[in-house]
């Protein structure tokens, strides 16, 4: 596996509590990217980075910020979470744009 | 905005079939594309990345191909085997560089 951990794997929380999920890298890949899993709609983009401190929006970024303060973390934050927000949240990373992408084993969120 | 499409959306075969699995895609203006695995409860494996400017790539009894003319790839799978049953999906990344995923075709081999 290429270096990428996940924190937490699962974490349930209360609606309207802020979560922060982390992930980090040790192939000190310049792209790093968070993607949410659900059913019937297969994976979405929410935020990508393409350098420390250099974060674009996805795709359904509403509802959700990112920091890069370090090469190797990418950190994503659901403000205010919501029951919409329960989901399996997978960080990716990438030497650069449109090379290979490799991808973390995953964050299960449940919000109650 | 790019589409992709993956079908069929499942598929079951006895085990030693050689297989299909078709990716399409609304926009040919592409960078790469990308084959991954993904086994129950678990992330994503890059199985096969074809550049726009090949036509196919091979790993073991896996073949990609990449017509970007008909907006097509598909993933051929050789002597399927139950340890191949798995959701296999295709990402593309096009202009922005970024990958767009399909859906998935969820393939049982069963023995």
């Known amino acids: 596996d290429a270096g990428i951990t996940q924190s937490p794997r699962h974490k349930v929380t209360e609606t309207g509590t802020p979560v922060t999920l982390r992930c980090h890298q040790t192939?000190?890949?310049?792209?790093m990217y968070w993607y949410r899993q659900d059913p019937g709609h297969g994976l979405r983009l929410i935020h990508y980075?393409?350098?420390?401190?250099?974060?674009d929006k996805g795709e359904v970024s509403d509802g959700y910020s990112v920091s890069r303060s370090k090469t190797e973390d990418f950190l994503l934050t659901l403000e205010s979470a919501t029951s919409s927000q329960t989901s399996v949240y997978f960080c990716?990373?990438?030497?650069?744009?449109?090379?290979?992408?490799?991808f973390g084993q995953g964050t299960r969120l449940t919000v109650v | 905005k790019q589409e992709v499409t993956q079908i069929p959306a499942a598929l079951s075969v006895p085990e030693g079939e050689n297989l299909v699995l078709n990716c399409s895609f609304t926009?040919?203006?592409?960078?790469?594309l990308q084959w991954f695995r993904q086994d129950p409860g678990k992330g994503l494996t890059s199985l096969l990345l074809?550049?726009?400017?090949?036509r196919e790539q091979t790993s073991g009894r896996l073949n990609a191909s990449l017509d970007k003319s008909s907006g097509r790839s598909t993933l051929y799978i050789a002597a399927s085997q139950p340890g191949d049953s798995a959701t296999y999906l295709c990402a593309l990344s096009g202009g922005s560089y970024i990958p767009t995923f399909g859906r998935g075709t969820s393939l049982i081999v069963h023995p």
């Open positions: 980075s393409y350098g420390v401190k250099d974060t």
């Open positions: 192939e000190n890949h310049r792209y």
């Open positions: 926009d040919s203006a592409i960078y790469n």
């Open positions: 074809i550049q726009s400017s090949q």
């Open positions: 990716a990373i990438s030497p650069d744009s449109g090379t290979e992408a490799f």
